[in-house]
């Protein structure tokens, strides 16, 4: 049996084109696809996130421990409300997960998990807790699922016209969200406020009682916000240059070689698990970004083919913003921004251009 969201019955209600995303029962779309990615991009649109995994953190060794856990560096943190997006990995340096991590205060913490990664996350971190006899308690928070702490659902608003359309909604969440930089929170009343997401755009991701959902993402609806489902979401964080796990990385893929070394604090006397592994094997690949130059689909998993080797799309879409097939892609080290390789589609070779992995951000192409 499918697994089902808070908001589950309010996407039937509005007659949601359902599907089977990794063991949960998620809106496609509500209609147009492309009108829902337009309406993100230049006005305002919502997604259902409550299938991602909250987990808080609280105890006196929250920060040694995830200094341990994960490769960027909880040090950076020293504001309450902060964020960090970091990878957690396994001894060899794969990505067991791309996560986020919010600072509250030394010794309170919360973490936004993958969906579909959520419980050999958990069990990982509780597996190293123990091992490390951190004093630590870790608590799980998602609808359903969540144990001693009050279950969360999640709703990402997102666009230009996102910050009004929540405050006109939440007029109590103005005074503390209004001066929010990127990758802040701020805790209001019964809501948790991030200025995070996953499409390019401007915009909170709220985590509120799950109780209370239902109610927000109709008053929301109700205001003019759009609601968004799954199809929009993979073009808009494509556009945007994303990550998403299980495509773009894995347990068999180092972030060095995902486009994340960003992500990765090496430089410092910080242990962390995996370092050891991306120190020996270093990058063997780059992330890089493709526009298809003559007329077909890019898709992941097809070869591309360049004059240092063959590379690999891991994910690849037509872009609604570009009007063109774009496509990100690991490619041999040598490879340059504006070079131009082929792809291997049905036994096709088409061609295409290297660009930077991020093709449209704040409503506008950036290609």
Not at 19 to 30: K, L, R
Not at 56 to 72: I, Q, Y
Not at 180 to 206: M, P, R
Not at 238 to 262: I, R
Request: hydrophobic share 45%.
């Amino acid at each position: 049996m499918l697994k089902k969201t808070v908001l589950n019955s309010a996407h039937r209600a509005l007659n949601a084109r359902m599907v089977d995303f990794g063991g949960w029962d998620m809106p496609v779309n509500y209609g147009s696809q492309i009108e829902e990615h337009h309406a993100v991009r230049m006005d305002c649109g919502m997604f259902d996130v409550s299938h991602m995994c909250p987990v808080d953190l609280v105890g006196a060794d929250c920060r040694p421990f995830l200094s341990r856990l994960v490769a960027n560096d909880v040090a950076k943190l020293t504001v309450s409300g902060k964020a960090l997006y970091s990878a957690m990995l396994n001894e060899a340096g794969g990505v067991i997960d791309d996560l986020i991590i919010y600072f509250l205060t030394d010794t309170r913490f919360r973490i936004v998990v993958n969906a579909g990664t959520a419980e050999k996350d958990l069990a990982w971190m509780l597996a190293k807790a123990a091992e490390w006899k951190m004093d630590v308690t870790i608590t799980q928070r998602r609808d359903g699922e969540s144990t001693n702490g009050g279950a969360l659902g999640i709703i990402a608003v997102q666009g230009p016209n996102a910050r009004a359309k929540v405050w006109q909604v939440l007029p109590q969440a103005k005074a503390a969200t209004e001066g929010l930089k990127a990758f802040f929170a701020a805790e209001v009343d019964q809501y948790f406020i991030a200025s995070t997401g996953y499409t390019g755009e401007d915009g909170y991701e709220i985590m509120l009682p799950a109780s209370e959902a239902e109610s927000l993402w109709n008053k929301l609806k109700d205001a003019g916000v759009a609601p968004c489902g799954l199809g929009a979401r993979d073009t808009l964080r494509l556009e945007a240059g994303m990550n998403l796990y299980g495509q773009d990385m894995d347990e068999t893929v180092s972030p060095l070689d995902a486009g994340l070394s960003w992500t990765v604090a090496m430089k410092d006397d910080r242990d962390f698990v995996g370092k050891s592994a991306l120190t020996a094997a270093g990058q063997q690949q780059q992330f890089l970004g493709l526009i298809l130059l003559d007329k077909g689909v890019l898709r992941g998993h097809q070869k591309v083919i360049t004059a240092q080797g063959v590379g690999e799309i891991t994910s690849g879409s037509f872009s609604p913003t570009l009007q063109q097939s774009i496509a990100l892609a690991r490619l041999p080290l040598g490879v340059a921004i504006g070079d131009e390789v082929q792809v291997d589609i049905r036994g096709k070779l088409l061609k295409a251009k290297v660009t930077k992995p991020v093709f449209a951000r704040n409503g506008k192409a950036v290609i």
